[in-house]
């Protein structure tokens, strides 16, 4: 079955991907788990209290509860999702799934010490046509999830976002004192380079980090007209399909 879009506003919507999950029993966005696990490794303890956000019906909370991450909360806001993925691992005591916006985390402060993205924050910004400035709507919403995640992070707990976007780009997302948290920036081999962005909560920016922020607030950030991305290497994967 074909999931590709005839456009790239649905993955924005949650009707699309609950159709998509109907019928499509696992895709892994960015590679599996086994590309990025020896990055985790570094900053994710087996004990600590986990949580993923848009999980979708990738393999990643498996094959880590597989690999002894003994606490995972799942969240998605397709009800498909979460009702199939629930039913596939009712055997895994320590893993839950639930129906929610990673914009209205229904979470209390302080609740996890890691909270993972993978390819979600990719989704919602996978409609703009210029990452350097994104549509208020959709700053609005990044900057929403973003401070929900800061809000339920654990004092040291660090955010592990995996993404197709460079430090260039994702850096003016995430370099903000407000999150209360310092950003470090690794890469692996997922047939692309992809990025695991690490914030950990209560540590300052770096210096290189505060001034690229003070740059942004004071307009004075430049910003190249065009950016080259990879060639398409799926039918089947929006990260080639952005104009930029
Ligand atoms: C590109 S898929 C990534 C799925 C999975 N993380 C992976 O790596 O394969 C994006 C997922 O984010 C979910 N999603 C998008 N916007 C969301 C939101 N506002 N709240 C919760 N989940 C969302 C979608 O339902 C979809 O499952």
Redesign the pocket.
């Known amino acids: 079955m074909d999931y590709l879009p005839e456009d790239n506003s649905r993955?924005?919507q949650?009707d699309y991907?609950d159709d998509r999950y109907r019928t499509e029993e696992t895709?892994?966005?960015?590679g599996s788990f086994c590309k990025f696990q020896h990055l985790l490794e570094n900053h994710v303890n087996k004990e600590d209290c986990i949580l993923v956000?848009?999980?979708?019906n990738?393999s990643?909370s498996g094959d880590m509860y597989g690999a002894g991450y003994q606490s995972i909360t799942n969240?998605?806001?397709?009800s498909v999702?979460v009702r199939a993925l629930r039913a596939r691992h009712r055997e895994c005591p320590g893993m839950t799934w639930h129906e929610?916006?990673?914009?209205q985390l229904l979470f209390p402060d302080a609740s996890f010490d890691v909270i993972l993205?993978?390819?979600?924050l990719?989704?919602?910004m996978v409609e703009e046509k210029s990452p350097w400035n994104l549509s208020t709507r959709t700053a609005a919403t990044v900057h929403q999830a973003l401070t929900e995640v800061s809000r339920c992070l654990k004092p040291g707990g660090r955010f592990v976002s995996i993404t197709f976007a460079s430090p260039i780009l994702r850096k003016r997302l995430y370099a903000h004192a407000e999150y209360s948290w310092s950003v470090k920036t690794y890469s692996y081999d997922g047939g692309f380079e992809y990025y695991v962005y690490v914030m950990t909560k209560g540590e300052a920016l770096s210096s290189e980090d505060a001034a690229l922020e003070k740059r942004q607030t004071e307009g004075a950030e430049s910003t190249p007209d065009t950016v080259t991305l990879p060639e398409e290497k799926t039918a089947d994967d929006f990260l080639s399909k952005i104009d930029l």
């Open positions: 993955y924005k949650v991907w895709y892994d966005w960015l956000l848009g999980c979708g990738s990643m969240v998605d806001y397709s999702c929610m916006d990673l914009q993205e993978k390819a979600t990719d989704a919602i």
